[in-house]
């Protein structure tokens, strides 16, 4: 439920906080950055969602989750990334808020294609699910 998944950044966000006051803090090593986006505005932790995908339709997961990350503000984007898929993944002309499609020319395999994603996000914290995931309720 949206509730749980505030409940989840929230304790994410404190389990920095403390990891911080015991190490220091934590900040990408070549810019300095601290990898955490606190957004004043929802004063909470900004996420990215990560699908990469090969030869799998994720219209309906696709679906869910734009759902879902209309209904938190935590939610800043969710990137698909087509491996070069030999059929379509997601219908052509589906458009959902916060979806972004992107796709390989050829296919590059599981490692580069999170990369990819990774570089391509906006946000530090970036929750990867597999483009081949079946949910069993509609919050998951």
């Known amino acids: 439920t949206p509730q749980n998944a505030k409940?989840?950044?929230?304790?994410?966000?404190?389990?920095?906080?403390?990891?911080?006051?015991?190490?220091?803090?934590?900040?990408?090593?070549?810019?300095?950055?601290?990898?955490?986006?606190?957004?004043?505005?929802?004063?909470?932790?900004?996420l990215s969602v990560g699908i990469p995908a090969y030869n799998s339709n994720v219209s309906e997961l696709l679906s869910a989750l734009a759902d879902q990350a209309s209904h938190l503000p935590e939610v800043l984007e969710i990137i698909v990334l087509d491996d070069a898929s030999?059929?379509?993944?997601?219908?052509?002309?589906?458009?959902?808020p916060k979806v972004r499609v992107l796709r390989h020319t050829f296919?590059?395999?599981?490692?580069?294609?999170?990369?990819?994603?990774?570089?391509?996000?906006?946000?530090?914290?970036?929750?990867?699910?597999?483009?081949i995931l079946a949910y069993m309720t509609a919050y998951f």
């Open 107 to 131: 296919n590059q395999g599981r490692s580069k294609t999170r990369n990819h994603i990774a570089s391509e996000a906006k946000s530090p914290w970036i929750l990867f699910i597999d483009g």
């Open 7 to 46: 409940r989840f950044l929230q304790a994410l966000a404190d389990n920095l906080q403390k990891y911080e006051q015991n190490f220091g803090p934590i900040e990408d090593p070549q810019s300095g950055i601290p990898p955490m986006h606190l957004d004043t505005e929802h004063d909470g932790i900004m």
């Open 86 to 96: 030999e059929a379509p993944i997601i219908p052509e002309g589906f458009v959902a």
